[in-house]
């Protein structure tokens, strides 16, 4: 899992993201979604070690056109995504699906949110738990 994601208080200076991995070569990538739909995998090897105090790596830019940072998980390819909106839109795609990118890019559109809409939140969904016939089908609580 991802320890800590850290990001600049405000867009002009958001240009970058400090991840902390505890485990460098834990199997799987990280994928980064941001508020505006951007997102992207990044192998978890991408991530070099930093010993203690160490001020961490880009993890994915950011700047006005992609916001702010909404999360940051470790994914493998049989997994799946939850992606959820400010105003309650939800989307399910799977994680091979989205695009590997180097850490110090912004990524691909994702989710492409409403005009005045922004993602709030995002979920991974283990592939084991999708049964054959509800692989499109999303169940909120």
Known sequence: EVE????????????VIALIV???????????????????????SDFPRKGRGGQGVIGQQLNDKTGRLVGAVVVEDSHELMLISESGNLIRTRAKEVRVAGRNT???????????????GLDVIE???VAEGDAGAVSVE
Do not use: F, H
């Open 106 to 120: 912004q990524g691909v559109r994702i989710m492409r949110p409403v005009e005045g809409d922004r993602l709030v």
């Open 22 to 44: 505890p485990v460098a070569d834990k199997p799987g990538d990280i994928l980064t979604v941001s508020e505006y739909g951007y997102g992207k995998r990044t192998p978890v």
């Open 127 to 129: 592939g084991e738990d």
């Open 4 to 15: 800590e994601v850290a990001e600049s208080a405000s867009l002009e200076n958001a240009r």
